[in-house]
């Protein structure tokens, strides 16, 4: 049995669909249990008329909510009846919780990932990692997307162990990982990146394959995309707002001739859903947050049931996969010189 | 009559597409004049067979080719007879060419502009300014997209000026700019992107809307993407391999399917034709290389026929809308500390 705290109150369809999506994990997964933080007097009308196994859920009262609004450091420390706070302080305090799950701030959920869990040894840098359909039908996961506007080479170093762990922990055999750069070449790049190419090509546990180009991220040919925070966030929210562009391209020229629409309408309807939920990566869960001491999960705000059963699902089997472990495993393999913050 | 210049020696499908490409766009424009530099011997017989104004197109002859190979600051200096030096010494000197059209070696391009034509006074960072096309059907302006991999705030300040007169030259209206960052707020970005978000606010002559993220590059909402050059060269590239990669899920979907297959040969073919023309963003023809003394469009190394078409028609645009002269304009009007690098 593996325990998955979830904060009932995080993100615009909460608590909702927060619950359901909770209860829809606990359907199809009879290894796992789940605890719900939030107010009891919202979450408890969410769950009537639901089928759950009762012995697997618990709610756990209280009374405060961090939004978007709150400065997170801020709201860490003062709203300590959160849903978020006491979650965090059940995740680190009983040794059962193994996995968190959100879809509040991701501002809240990070620091209080960082001040109330905290990092693994050896890690400065936790790192937001989210995955992206490929066009292999596979999936590559960008680290960091967004967690670290400035880094340092060894930041890198260390994303690159987590992310191989982490897809790792995923099912993905001997990972490979690319450093996202403006060209494949070894000397491209800022000096960021130029060191961070020599670190990697010496760094043992990890496949490094060089180089890569954001037009190589979503080809297939890697599984861990290495990036610096900012341009990783770019690169993510890119290609997010690419595949929108796309389809809404799509539709219009469908839209625009009465053939298309005829055959979407009696052929295609069936091909598009599929391709939606191809390219919908909400459905692959969240992202997770890499170098915490336990496993960390931050669904998107505007997250339903299905994307909230997604991603409990995917905290349970990267704790059950010893994630977390496997990170410590891999830093102490490694050059100290690296493992260790300049 | 506009004079525009052509490397027929650059890139893939040289020099066969190259001319065929310089060919239609004096059949589509008779106020256009080109002049092909290359090997004679080699150009001729792609000349053979077409119909077009001899009047109006000039080969010049050079025994040379500077190939992807080549050190670029070498090449440039040395190869003084290669169709890319002698182009674009041709582009300097003569009053009436007023453009300049390359699908070879961007680095080569880049330096051979910036050592044989020269930076518009004011100007020292010169930038890169592809187009792609947007949700809502128009274009949105990348710059700088990849000349330069480090940044100053006063470089994108440049950029930001440059990319708006680009886009008037292209037909925009009062084009707006947004600063590419990993988040809207005033505070989101490293220090080089904090810095640029208040000389933007003040600087004069554009109209900027704030920090943008990377979902926002193609919605429709800005004209002019302002990027440091390298998360600039990740977004574009992650925008290539997006668009890539859906219509590869589409396809594999459609094939997976007998019912999609139907409809698709029925009667989507047309429609799908049409989605690929606005995707394929070479038919906006090439990146045009931005504050250079005169207009410099570097088309993709893989550019056929048609894509060198609409990049001489392009850089014939550009130039007649007084491109350059605006851009000393816009510089002239603003405030000295931005004007003048630190």
Not at 10 to 26: C, H, S, Y
Not at 178 to 205: A, I, M, R, S, W
Not at 224 to 239: M, Y
Not at 258 to 263: D, E, F, R, V, Y
Request: charged share 25%; hydrophobic share 45%; aromatic share 4%.
């Amino acid at each position: 049995m593996i325990k998955i705290v979830v904060d009932a109150m995080g993100g615009d369809n909460a608590p909702q669909e927060i619950v359901k999506g909770a209860v829809q994990a606990l359907q199809r997964d009879a290894e796992l249990s789940v605890v719900l933080t939030g107010d009891k007097a919202k979450i408890e009308p969410c769950l009537a008329g639901m089928a759950y196994d009762a012995a697997r859920l618990q709610v756990v009262h209280c009374s405060e909510v961090i939004t978007n609004d709150d400065v997170p450091t801020l709201a860490i420390r003062q709203k300590k009846d959160s849903s978020l706070v006491v979650a965090l302080k059940m995740l680190k305090e009983d040794e059962e919780a193994q996995g968190f799950v959100s879809a509040g701030s991701t501002g809240a959920v990070l620091t209080g990932a960082l001040l109330r869990v905290g990092r693994i040894r050896g890690i400065s840098r936790p790192a937001v990692c989210p995955a992206l359909p490929t066009a292999k039908g596979g999936k590559v996961f960008i680290i960091d997307a967004g967690a670290n506007a400035e880094c340092k080479p060894v930041n890198l170093c260390h994303f690159a162990i987590m992310g191989t762990a982490y897809a790792k922990a995923m099912g993905v055999k001997d990972p490979c990982v690319g450093l996202v750069t403006n060209g494949t070449e070894e000397h491209k790049g800022d000096p960021l990146h130029q060191e961070t190419f020599h670190l990697l090509k010496k760094l043992q546990g990890i496949r490094f394959v060089g180089n890569v180009e954001g037009r190589d991220i979503m080809s297939g040919d890697i599984d861990v995309a290495v990036c610096d925070g900012f341009s990783g966030n770019i690169a993510l929210k890119t290609a997010e707002g690419t595949a929108l562009a796309v389809m809404s391209v799509i539709k219009q020229n469908i839209k625009s001739s009465l053939a298309a629409k005829i055959g979407y309408a009696l052929f295609m309807r069936g091909a598009f859903k599929k391709i939606k939920k191809v390219l919908d990566y909400s459905k692959y869960g969240g992202a997770v947050l890499l170098g915490i001491e336990k496993v960390v999960v931050k669904s998107h705000g505007s997250s339903k049931a299905e994307s909230i059963c997604a991603s409990v699902l995917q905290a349970k089997e990267a704790a059950e996969s010893g994630l977390v472990g496997e990170i410590r495993q891999m830093l102490t393999g490694i050059d100290l010189e690296i493992a260790q913050d300049a």
